[in-house]
């Protein structure tokens, strides 16, 4: 699964070179180009790199291979990207254009998250399509969670949102997932609407965190779809879907430093196990490998 986005094959002609050359850094820079690390990081980690082989005085690329590593490493571990879901309830708002893979990744952060035990309610909060509240429902079944629906179309989404955090104090459940509309022609309304979900959610209980979600497939052009999120949800994780479907690794790294906002998960596959925690070490591995 890693193949696809994982840099491997195309820096495996650079490391089985005997020396670190001119050719090393053309092949380096476009490896890094293309799998999405945008220009500045690309930029940034050859010097560095160059820096460091110069340095060092090494002409091995086996060295490259550790210091490039190491240097993407460093660049990760600016960020903290554990999913901070203490509280009881734990609330999470879910966030994102519609199409991204927001009801799919629901589901599966469910299931994620009934691997750890933990109960989890989903709250319908995007109200405006009944078949997207359908759609919703039979993803939160497959995660193993519970569904608090609108009572009619069109209902407030705020007052679903409500409704939600009730059932989970009610009920004990632990972990509240709501989701959010993604209708980007009503941007003003959408942001007005996230504004008052937030607000009266915060009447009940803190929320823990807001996740945008992104596909990686339109890389940063999706970034500039979901500014407002950026701009006026109070994001605080970003979800990364459609991973498998990219040769985009880089991508993960450059959104990270461009919104400033870690990212929280991974979405690598339309199954209901195919959302992972985002360990920097272990990307980064697969990435270089
Ligand atoms: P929403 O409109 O944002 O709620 O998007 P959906 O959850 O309905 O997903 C849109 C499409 O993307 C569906 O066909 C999903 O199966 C697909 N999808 C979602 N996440 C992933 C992923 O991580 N990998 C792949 N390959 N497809 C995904």
């Given at each position: 699964?890693?193949?696809?986005?994982?840099?491997?094959?195309?820096?495996?002609?650079?490391?089985?070179?005997?020396?670190?050359?001119?050719?090393?850094?053309?092949?380096?820079?476009?490896?890094?180009?293309?799998?999405?690390?945008?220009?500045?990081?690309?930029?940034?980690?050859?010097?560095?790199?160059?820096?460091?082989?110069?340095?060092?005085?090494?002409?091995?690329?086996?060295?490259?291979?550790?210091?490039?590593?190491?240097?993407?490493?460093?660049?990760?571990?600016?960020?903290?990207?554990?999913?901070?879901?203490?509280?009881?309830?734990?609330?999470?708002?879910?966030?994102?254009?519609?199409?991204?893979?927001?009801?799919?990744?629901?589901?599966?952060?469910?299931?994620?998250?009934?691997?750890?035990?933990?109960?989890?309610?989903?709250?319908?909060?995007?109200?405006?399509?009944?078949?997207?509240?359908?759609?919703?429902?039979?993803?939160?079944?497959?995660?193993?969670?519970?569904?608090?629906?609108?009572?009619?179309?069109?209902?407030?989404?705020?007052?679903?949102?409500?409704?939600?955090?009730?059932?989970?104090?009610?009920?004990?459940?632990?972990?509240?997932?709501?989701?959010?509309?993604?209708?980007?022609?009503?941007?003003?309304?959408?942001?007005?609407?996230?504004t008052k979900i937030r607000r009266v959610i915060e009447k009940q209980a803190p929320i823990s965190e807001v996740?945008?979600?992104?596909?990686?497939?339109?890389?940063?052009?999706?970034?500039?779809?979901?500014?407002?999120?950026?701009?006026?949800?109070?994001?605080?994780?970003?979800?990364?879907?459609?991973?498998?479907?990219?040769?985009?690794?880089?991508?993960?790294?450059?959104?990270?430093?461009?919104?400033?906002?870690?990212?929280?998960?991974?979405?690598?596959?339309?199954?209901?196990?195919?959302?992972?925690?985002?360990?920097?070490?272990?990307?980064?591995?697969?990435?270089?490998?």
């Amino acid at each position: 699964m890693a193949e696809r986005w994982s840099l491997g094959r195309a820096l495996r002609g650079m490391f089985v070179r005997p020396q670190i050359d001119e050719n090393t850094w053309d092949e380096l820079e476009t490896a890094l180009i293309t799998a999405d690390f945008g220009p500045d990081i690309t930029e940034a980690v050859i010097e560095d790199l160059r820096e460091k082989v110069a340095r060092y005085g090494t002409t091995d690329p086996a060295d490259l291979q550790r210091m490039l590593r190491e240097s993407l490493e460093e660049r990760f571990a600016r960020f903290d990207t554990t999913l901070k879901l203490t509280e009881r309830p734990a609330v999470v708002l879910v966030v994102g254009v519609n199409g991204v893979g927001k009801t799919t990744t629901i589901g599966k952060f469910a299931h994620f998250l009934r691997r750890y035990g933990r109960s989890i309610v989903v709250g319908a909060a995007d109200t405006f399509r009944a078949a997207a509240v359908d759609q919703l429902a039979t993803w939160a079944e497959r995660g193993g969670a519970a569904i608090v629906r609108p009572q009619h179309e069109g209902q407030d989404p705020a007052s679903v949102a409500f409704q939600t955090i009730s059932y989970a104090k009610e009920t004990g459940t632990e972990i509240v997932l709501v989701d959010t509309a993604g209708r980007l022609h009503t941007k003003g309304g959408l942001m007005d609407e996230l504004t008052k979900i937030r607000r009266v959610i915060e009447k009940q209980a803190p929320i823990s965190e807001v996740l945008l979600v992104l596909d990686a497939t339109t890389g940063q052009n999706g970034v500039k779809q979901a500014e407002a999120f950026l701009q006026h949800a109070g994001v605080t994780g970003l979800v990364i879907t459609k991973l498998d479907g990219s040769a985009k690794g880089g991508f993960v790294l450059s959104v990270q430093e461009r919104t400033g906002i870690p990212v929280k998960l991974l979405g690598q596959g339309e199954g209901i196990g195919d959302l992972t925690g985002f360990t920097p070490h272990v990307f980064v591995e697969q990435l270089v490998s």
